[in-house]
């Protein structure tokens, strides 16, 4: 199970900035000691446990990197000035038994091995064939158009760190290598509760001051989305008591617990206060809009992070504090998004002290500058306002006003997720 300290308690004080709640979950979760081998048909996605080490030099032998003739750097001072007879051919996956003499070319293809001696290859295009032999242009740099042995990656080097969360490209370079299964983390078992007797699931009878719960449907996805097993919950109702029970049922079976909704101030938001029955409480508030109230906290050792229960604060403070906790218990890299500079189409104010993040979408200006436009509404509860956007504005604690034209940071919901 996942351990958790206790030793740095944020709620009381001022809000804690963004940046430190990130610092803190990343140095207070250790990652799951859980490990298991896999193969590559199932690699991606999953987080490296050990460092891949290159068993073989990557190319494992100096080859062609195009389709051209061969020849001796020795003898390239003789381009232009002679025709070069053409000795043999070399296929792709063929052996590469000649040996050139003075001013002898070979016909070879591209991936094929570099015959002995051989250490440049002119490009088919660039050549003129004439009475069974080529004419080579002048001005070829010894060594052009030639993979060589190792210079990928030198055989014993590092291919993938520990901590990786493999892509599709790390799995193509993990079977160049020849090999079949990798080490990896185990997927991280996350448990998601919904909060609130206003809530009840889709398909079930909804009562006329209910409404159907979305929270849990999304951060179901998103968890799944970063390499998880979920564990669908379902609904906690208001009571503090079950609420308790509920929470150290959960601890005892799951490396991580994730609810929305009850971690606000209100008499009947419940979370907190449960968090601190069951365990204890390390963050509650955080200075970011939307999704000021989080409440994280341990229970039996494992972390707990409580949502707001609006759907776009929900959206975002995941993105912020369940992201970076998921990748901490999984071994992963934190690799935080990197935003990039659009204009901004639309004018802003907000409070200075406070990270703030504006949905957009992204369109290109009459001059081809990819520009950002603001939803119109601004509500923490409208889903549509993600749906409808591809990404968020993130306006610094410094900032206070945004003027059009002006270049702002965007991040798009693919880099979140």
């Known amino acids: 199970m996942a351990q958790l300290s206790d030793d740095c308690f944020a709620f009381g ?32 996605g999953r987080v490296l446990a050990e460092t891949v080490m290159a068993p073989m030099p990557l190319p494992p032998f ?20 002679q025709t070069f007879p053409v000795v043999g051919r070399i296929q792709a996956g063929a052996a590469a038994n000649h040996i050139l003499k003075a001013a002898q070319t070979v016909r070879i293809f ?43 990656i030198p055989l014993g080097n590092t291919a993938l760190s520990k901590g990786q969360r493999l892509r599709p490209q790390d799995v193509a370079l993990i079977a160049a290598l020849g090999l079949t299964h990798v080490t990896v983390r185990a997927r991280i078992r996350v448990a998601v509760f919904s ?11 909804r009562g006329s001051a209910q409404l159907f719960d979305s929270n849990r449907y999304m951060l179901m996805a998103m968890l799944r989305r970063l390499g998880c ?72 050792g494992t972390p707990l992070i409580g949502l707001p229960g609006n759907p776009v604060a929900s959206f975002v403070t995941f993105t912020y504090v369940v992201r970076p906790t998921v990748l901490a218990l999984s071994g992963a890299f934190q690799d935080r998004p990197v935003p990039i500079p659009v204009r901004a189409a639309f004018a802003y104010k907000k409070k200075i002290a406070r990270r703030e993040y504006v ?21 923490a509860g409208l889903l549509s306002s993600l ?11 410094h900032v206070t006003e945004v003027r059009h034209g002006e270049v702002v940071s965007f991040l798009s919901y693919g880099s979140l997720l």
Do not use: C
């Open 62 to 81: 100096t080859n062609s990197a195009v389709d051209g003739y061969a020849v001796r750097s020795a003898d390239l001072a003789l381009a232009a000035r």
């Open 110 to 152: 591209t991936g094929a091995p570099m015959p002995k001696d051989a250490d440049t290859v002119f490009m088919q295009e660039d050549v003129r064939l004439e009475d069974g032999g080529v004419v080579l242009p002048a001005g070829l740099k010894a060594g052009a158009n030639v993979r060589l042995t190792g210079e990928d």
């Open 359 to 379: 949905r957009a979408h992204i369109r290109r200006g009459d001059d081809g500058v990819l520009e950002a436009v603001k939803f119109p509404r601004e509500g």
């Open 229 to 300: 097993d979920v564990g669908d919950l379902g609904i906690l109702r208001d009571d503090r008591a079950s609420l308790v029970q509920a929470l150290k049922s959960a601890a005892s079976g799951y490396d991580l617990i994730v609810t929305s909704g009850g971690v606000s101030t209100g008499e009947e938001d419940h979370v907190k206060a449960a968090v601190e029955g069951a365990g204890s409480l390390v963050l509650w508030r955080m200075a970011i809009k939307p999704g000021r109230p989080v409440a994280m906290g341990i229970i039996g």
């Open 13 to 44: 004080g001022p809000m804690m900035s963004v940046d430190d709640a990130v610092a803190l979950i990343a140095t207070r979760v250790a990652p799951v000691e859980r490990t298991e081998s896999v193969s590559l048909a199932e690699a991606d």
């Open 195 to 205: 909060t609130g007797d206003e809530l009840v699931t889709p398909g079930t009878a």
């Open 387 to 397: 749906v409808e956007t591809d990404g968020l504005i993130e306006l610094g604690e």
